[in-house]
């Protein structure tokens, strides 16, 4: 009689164990969808908001002057002595690769001026 519910208390135990396996490979499923999901909403709010950083009253300078530009950085400000690139970023984001690189040849000077005339 001990034999067979020590038997009884086994299977029950692998029968929870794999449904506790099942449940928690579920959650992290859905944890993983939801951080992906997250992560979109996030990116779209940030496309959505550097478009309007240059209309805010804390931009530091007229915004009728700057071009969007989205890719591979937000825009340029035109002013009457210089040009600068400009990307906005959120307190916790980061420049991209491609984003540094850039930054790198601005800082090294490595910018010309092209006239390509059609026709």
């Known amino acids: 009689m001990e034999?067979?519910?020590s038997w009884l208390i086994i299977v029950?135990?692998?029968g929870c164990l794999s449904l506790l396996g099942r449940i928690c490979f579920r959650m992290r499923s859905s944890l993983s969808e939801l951080k992906s999901q997250i992560r979109s909403q996030s990116t779209r709010y940030g496309q959505?908001?550097?478009q309007f950083l240059p209309l805010v009253e804390s931009y530091p300078w007229d915004s009728k002057h700057f071009?969007?530009?989205g890719s591979p950085?937000?825009?340029?400000?035109?002013?009457?002595d210089r040009i600068i690139l400009v990307e906005f970023k959120s307190s916790?984001?980061?420049m991209s690769a491609r984003q540094r690189k850039i930054?790198?040849?601005?800082e090294q000077?490595?910018?010309d001026f092209e006239l390509i005339r059609a026709g």
């Open 3 to 5: 034999f067979s519910i």
């Open 12 to 14: 029950v135990l692998l």
């Open 48 to 50: 959505i908001t550097e």
């Open 67 to 69: 071009r969007f530009l």
């Open 73 to 80: 950085i937000d825009g340029i400000q035109f002013e009457e």
């Open 92 to 94: 916790s984001s980061q």
């Open 103 to 106: 930054k790198n040849l601005v």
């Open 109 to 111: 000077g490595k910018i």
